[in-house]
């Protein structure tokens, strides 16, 4: 079984990104790891060199900051990224630059991809996330994250990032997908309980500023990319709801979490709650449902 992996970059270390973690938990796992690396100019290119690791496979890339509706230029680079994995793989792997995955989950991906071989419907894994807030003794836990996604599926050339690259579809030809003259089927999965573990939302108040101003940027939700950090340090206790974290983090983590040194203690007076979700979150919280959950996958129980 060939396993490739792939990812994208642009500027880790400016946005807080724990991208050296994030490629060096999957290498274990494949043959191979695929990273477009775009126009940075805080030595993430040269940092990723540096792992010297032979699997890794640097593609170079501008980014088009014109592509900011939807999160399109997400999606550009995701599979650009994609379209160099090799074709011999039998199952690719999509991490993000904020993603990683737990080393103590090894055994079970791989047993999991050794059991979905054996049904030809299954096209892929779906994996729970963890989403990490303020610092890595948190956890966000209300409706407003997604709970589930894939990030483990059966090489298919015809796979490709949906709107921006938090899932994928499978398409009947790429052209279609391109023109948008194509929506894409969802694909078939098996759940798998080895949790990505999401790290977007721990960092400096001030690179939380500037990566909070730039996602939306992306999104067409604003009109000003900035360059750097601005003065005006985020306010973390805005988030509606946050837990402990009661697990242990990935090994390559150590230093990371060494290293940092601001204590979130969420003020919750301060935080900030859609009406909707307000009403709604005891009543899912008491019957453990989510009551309107996007799912751009197809969950199996009984593959054929």
């Known amino acids: 079984m060939k ?46 060199e540096n792992i010297g690791d032979p699997k890794i496979k640097i593609i170079d890339t501008v980014w088009d900051d014109s592509l900011t509706r939807g999160g399109k230029i997400f999606a550009q680079q995701c599979n650009i990224a994609f379209t160099h994995v090799s074709p011999s793989s039998d199952w690719v792997i999509h ?39 303020g610092d890595y003794n948190h956890i966000r836990n209300s409706r407003r994250v997604h709970k589930n996604e894939i990030r483990i599926f059966k090489y298919n050339p015809y796979i ?16 279609n997908y391109e023109n948008g003259s194509e929506k894409g089927e969802k694909l078939k999965v098996l759940a798998l309980n080895a949790p990505v573990y999401h790290y977007s939302s721990v960092k400096s108040k001030r690179t939380m500023s500037l990566k909070a101003n730039n996602f939306v940027y992306y999104y067409g939700h604003t ?16 988030v509606d709801r946050v837990t402990k974290f009661k697990g242990t983090h990935p090994r390559v983590m150590a230093e990371a ?16 709650w859609k009406k909707k979700d307000k009403y709604l979150q005891p009543i899912e919280d008491l019957l453990k449902i989510r009551f309107g959950e996007y799912k751009n996958y197809i969950l199996l129980k009984n593959p054929k």
């Open 3 to 48: 396993i490739s992996a792939f990812s994208y970059v642009r500027n880790g270390f400016t946005y807080g990104v724990p991208f050296i973690e994030s490629i060096r938990s999957v290498l274990p796992l494949c043959s191979e790891f695929v990273i477009a690396v775009g126009d940075s100019t805080d030595g993430t290119r040269e940092a990723i």
């Open 95 to 133: 991490i993000q630059a904020d993603e990683v995955l737990h080393e103590k989950d090894y055994p079970l991906i791989l047993d999991k991809m050794k059991e979905a071989d054996q049904y030809k419907e299954v096209e892929g894994l779906l994996q729970p996330f963890i989403h990490f807030w």
């Open 160 to 175: 490709r990032a949906y709107i921006d690259s938090q899932g994928f579809r499978k398409f009947n030809s790429i052209e």
């Open 223 to 238: 009109d000003k990319k900035l360059e750097e950090a601005p003065k005006d340090e985020f306010n973390y206790n805005t």
């Open 257 to 272: 979490i060494a290293a940092y040194d601001f204590v979130f203690n969420h003020d919750q007076s301060q935080a900030v």
